[in-house]
């Protein structure tokens, strides 16, 4: 119950010359906050709201009502502030509206309005009901004199921000469920790439009576050619950068290509190779063996091949599994595009959608910098985690990628180009992390074999042994574990990586022995078969309905692990006769793998020095030329 105006007007007039006034409008502005405003205001979960009742001299709370809305609570903020204009005198009113009306505000503004924005483009669009009523309440606030109408203003010209806000925290929590989800369902993709081939190519040539296929291993400049002891040591000190560049990722620059696809470790002629394109399950769908390319001049109008410009079209096709993490980033991702697409297609003065679109195109990127931020946490849980990771943002960016050449520039402010570059080389430190753990493994347990030095001497020998079989179970181990994760072509590139690492330790250790008996070569030759035997890893991959052949079977390890061809020499060497080693050099090609100061090296180290050997090596230095 109020007293009268003069009243209190007297009151009022005493208590400020008694410097009293302003501390209790505080303390009347904190009781109206809680006995009636806050009331009004909350929302409670399960709890209807309670409605404004005022008759001549009180104010009161009914009990809850299902009946409210923003309708009848901005009638029940106004009649406040009518009974408090019409009971109160104006040296009440002025200092009681200038403390309370920002508390209105915020209270209204956070327990109710903010809330009431949808995260929906489709719901904001019936949000203007919501900007008339608080049009309507300004209004109403300025006509009785009290300040705080320009807060409300402010909050309805932010609507367009506020909205973009609340949809970056809601996609943002979205990808930190996915994210603590796990990989949830493994799903394997498909990869399709089409390239063009011309009639030099070797594998669109076909030519069935050139049967120097490895002729382009030759090449100085190839990690396979003719072996010079410090190529050996540069392709061991430089195996990250070949297992990363060897996945086409380092053609950055290059846009219009794939990003991330697996190309060969060597020169560009093997890029074809490093696909597995002698694999059925690939699905080449032209024939690559020499017999298939050569066809009746009725057949070369079709299937691709145009008779004029000698190309043809040539469509690959590889499988391999990723998590579902990478699946909901990009549904996340077309979500906010398509908002993005529809907010170009209107504006109004209610909405001006030109700053939303602004600040909406920067949710992608905050999605990608977030999970490139938190995925290795969460991928570390399995062995596979950074195979996995890999595969994820090969997948992702390649989906990225197209929806960028697929948008107009002109017209489309996604800015994902960066994203796609920082997204490929946390892919690239991904793969290359886990093939440097791979391999520090692999030394680690070479190193036990302290050079292979007193290989046939107890203890030692126990070491050696040892040393190779677990190089063997490991390599083999590895790719079992891998095979459930990576492209089968990938699959080869890295294991192949891996055993590159371990021929290439092996060979320099023989290579720095200065003497070898007779025992010690046999033992090492036994070795080198252990090694040797992995090459069923690499055998072709055929689909269901092939039917394979002899040539189909013959292991892909030459294409994947560069010094193959030398290591197997190598275990020649070991296990032959001065005449053999000779017939080797002359006729059987031991020359574009070795030069002749390292066979020499050999030979000393494996015989005894004698007539002999002499005429054996100058036979060898003569046919080389020398």
Not at 251 to 272: F, I, M, R, V, W
Not at 389 to 401: A, K
Not at 466 to 491: E, F, M, N, P
Not at 543 to 554: F, L, N, R
Request: net charge negative; with cysteine; hydrophobic share 35%.
């Amino acid at each position: 119950m109020l007293t009268s105006r003069k009243a209190i007007s007297t009151i009022a007039c005493a208590m400020e010359k008694l410097g009293l006034l302003h501390e209790h409008i505080i303390h009347l502005t904190r009781e109206l906050e809680l006995a009636i405003l806050l009331p009004r205001l909350q929302l409670r979960e399960g709890v209807h709201d309670r409605l404004l009742v005022v008759d001549e001299s009180t104010l009161k709370l009914s009990a809850s009502s299902p009946a409210s809305n923003l309708h009848r609570l901005v009638d029940d903020l106004s009649n406040f502030i009518a009974f408090l204009t019409k009971r109160l005198p104006a040296s009440i009113v002025d200092p009681l509206s200038k403390v309370l009306m920002p508390i209105l505000n915020e209270r209204l503004i956070s327990l109710r309005l903010s809330a009431a924005i949808p995260e929906s483009l489709t719901a904001l669009r019936g949000f203007a009901s919501t900007q008339d009523e608080i049009q309507r309440l300004s209004e109403f606030i300025r006509a009785h004199g009290w300040p705080g109408q320009g807060h409300l203003h402010d909050w309805i010209d932010s609507i367009p921000q506020l909205w973009v806000q609340q949809r970056q925290r809601s996609t943002l929590d979205r990808i930190r469920h996915f994210l603590h989800q796990g990989y949830g369902e493994i799903t394997t993709v498909e990869r399709v790439e089409t390239q063009v081939l011309s009639q030099q190519d070797r594998l669109f040539a076909g030519d069935a009576n050139n049967e120097n296929w490895d002729t382009g291993w030759s090449d100085p400049d190839d990690i396979s050619s003719p072996g010079k002891r410090n190529n050996l040591q540069h392709t061991a000190s430089n195996q990250e950068e070949e297992d990363v560049s060897a996945w086409g990722l380092d053609d950055e620059a290059d846009q219009d290509n794939k990003l991330g696809y697996p190309t060969s470790a060597t020169e560009s002629d093997d890029d074809h190779d490093a696909w597995g394109w002698g694999d059925d399950k690939n699905k080449v769908e032209c024939s690559t063996s020499p017999q298939g390319d050569r066809r009746t001049p009725s057949d070369r109008g079709t299937n691709g091949y145009d008779p004029h410009k000698g190309q043809r079209e040539v469509t690959l096709r590889e499988s391999y599994n990723i998590t579902a993490l990478p699946v909901g980033i990009l549904d996340l991702i077309k979500n906010v595009i398509f908002d993005m697409d529809e907010l170009n297609k209107q504006n109004s003065r209610r909405f001006p959608t030109e700053k939303a679109i602004q600040e909406l195109s920067a949710v992608p990127s905050l999605l990608l910098v977030m999970y490139r931020a938190s995925a290795s946490n969460f991928y570390s849980i399995n062995n596979n985690g950074n195979m996995f990771l890999y595969n994820d943002c090969l997948w992702l960016l390649d989906q990225l990628q197209r929806i960028v050449q697929g948008r107009s520039p002109k017209h489309s402010r996604l800015r994902l180009r960066d994203d796609i570059v920082a997204l490929e080389a946390f892919g690239k430190r991904s793969y290359g992390k886990e093939m440097e753990s791979q391999r520090t493994i692999i030394k680690d347990l070479l190193d036990g074999a302290q050079g292979f030095v007193n290989c046939t001497e107890p203890p030692f020998s126990q070491e050696c042994d040892l040393a190779v079989r677990s190089i063997v179970d490991r390599l083999r181990d590895t790719h079992k574990q891998w095979k459930g994760v990576l492209s089968y072509s990938a699959l080869l590139q890295s294991i192949g990586s891996l055993l590159s690492t371990v021929i290439d330790k092996i060979i320099i250790d023989v290579e720095d022995m200065s003497d070898i008996s007779e025992p010690e070569s046999q033992r090492l030759t036994a070795y080198c078969r252990q090694v040797i035997a992995v090459e069923d890893l690499f055998l072709p991959q055929h689909s269901a309905d092939s039917i394979s052949s002899e040539e189909d079977t013959v292991p892909l390890t030459a294409v994947y692990v560069p010094g193959w061809f030398r290591f197997q020499y190598l275990s020649e060497i070991l296990d032959s006769s001065l005449v053999d080693i000779k017939y080797l050099w002359t006729d059987g090609g031991l020359q574009l793998e070795y030069d002749m100061e390292e066979v020499v090296e050999l030979i000393e180290a494996l015989f005894a020095d004698s007539e002999h050997r002499r005429r054996a090596i100058g036979d060898m230095g003569r046919s080389s030329g020398r």
